[in-house]
């Protein structure tokens, strides 16, 4: 709910307005329908950055055979 | 939630070996999580890289990795303690943990985060928050 209420972008107002002039709804409901709304526009959005993000890196590849290094010893039992 | 990402997550998403890391952590920027990436990764990163002498194009992959929409945390004084105190409660126990997990499962800790690892065995050291595999669908 705070994370909604965080929500006070412009384009949140217009869709409140919008929605409660159309539709005939409240403003608490055209307040919640619009903060739903763009909550999930905005998680679209990062979703679609991080696609594009993931597209960039993948194929670089970093040497990781060091790595065994570390994951060979990981958890055994110390010694007596 | 917050979830810090190991090692081993960064170097699948860069490799894209498996499909299944990629399709969960882009489903957890979709849900909003708080992704993390510890300093002592780009550590363990960037020794792989110096290691093979700095190839132009795996610097370029860490450069664009650090760009990705995560936080980079620090490794601070709290995580310090933390490790600590995690790598003597795992002494404790006759286990010994190898330096970088203790550093990487106790930053987790003090960040109050989930780990996201490939890494079964840090599951023992994080019991009180569980760790979390990726490549598990």
Same mark, same amino acid.
Not at chain 2, 54 to 61: H, K, L, M, P, T
């Given at each position: ?36 709304? !763009? ?6 959005? !990062? ?22 290094? !570390? ?6 039992? !110390?010694?007596? | ?5 190991? /090692? ?8 894209? &070996? ?22 002592? /990764? ?7 890289? @110096? ?7 795996? &610097? @370029? ?54 780990? &996201? /690892? ?20």
């Amino acid at each position: 709910m705070g994370k909604a209420l965080s929500i006070k972008d412009e384009a949140t107002y217009e869709l409140v307005a919008d929605l409660a002039s159309k539709t005939g709804v409240s403003m608490t409901q055209a307040v919640n329908d619009a903060v739903a709304h !763009r909550l999930d526009e905005l998680a679209k959005l !990062r979703e679609t950055e991080a696609a594009d993000w993931l597209a960039r890196v993948k194929g670089h590849n970093i040497a990781a055979d060091f790595m065994a290094d !570390r994951w060979q010893p990981p958890l055994e039992p !110390r010694k007596p | 939630m917050k979830l810090l990402l190991d /090692t081993n997550v960064c170097i699948d998403l860069l490799r894209a &070996v498996d499909s299944q890391v990629s399709i969960q952590f882009l489903a957890a920027v979709r849900a909003g999580h708080d992704l993390m990436v510890s300093t002592i /990764t780009l550590f363990e990163l960037e020794t792989g890289i @110096a290691r093979r002498g700095r190839i132009d194009g795996e &610097v @370029a992959g860490l450069d664009e990795l650090i760009r990705g929409p995560f936080q980079i945390a620090t490794f601070d004084r709290h995580a310090s303690k933390a490790a600590g105190d995690l790598a003597a409660e795992m002494l404790a126990t006759g286990r010994q943990l190898a330096a970088c997990d203790a550093l990487i499962a106790g930053h987790a800790r003090a960040l109050g985060a989930q780990l &996201v /690892t490939a890494d079964a065995k840090l599951a023992l050291a994080l019991k009180e928050v569980g760790v979390v595999d990726w490549r598990v669908p």
